[in-house]
């Protein structure tokens, strides 16, 4: 199973971005899809995750200015990032809960990661 992740850029402070992920590979079922971040020279964080069934959880440092949806025909999970503000700036990675046949449990998987820089 892969993950990719796509979207990542420069912004500015009050503006917008939007990023993509994509499971691919031997997939039976995805459960719970997210998104974290790692900033430089902190931990990584979780920033909102999303159930199948569309059941959201959000970082308070984002809600109100992030909005995580999923589309689940195409096993691909988005960010959409309104009002950033330079904090946000982060390597940000998507992780999905993928379980590959019906007798297999669900592992993580995680993407490789995509900068956002936010200038001020």
């Known amino acids: 199973v892969q993950l990719q992740a796509s979207g990542g850029g420069l912004g500015q402070a009050g503006g917008s971005l939007r990023l993509s992920c994509a499971a691919s590979?031997?997939?039976?079922?995805?459960?719970?899809m997210g998104w974290y971040r790692q900033a430089p020279g902190k931990q990584r964080e979780l920033v909102a995750t999303?159930?199948?069934?569309?059941?959201?959880n959000y970082a308070d440092s984002v809600k109100g200015r992030f909005t995580i949806s999923r589309d689940n025909a195409k096993n691909t999970v988005y960010l959409e990032m309104n009002s950033l503000t330079p904090e946000d700036t982060a390597v940000y990675y998507c992780?999905?809960?993928?379980?590959?046949?019906?007798?297999?449990?669900?592992?993580?998987?995680w993407g490789q990661g995509t900068l956002v820089t936010v200038s001020s």
């Open positions: 992780n999905a809960d993928v379980r590959q046949t019906f007798l297999r449990p669900f592992v993580t998987y």
């Open positions: 590979g031997t997939i039976f079922s995805i459960g719970v």
């Open positions: 999303i159930s199948r069934d569309g059941n959201t």
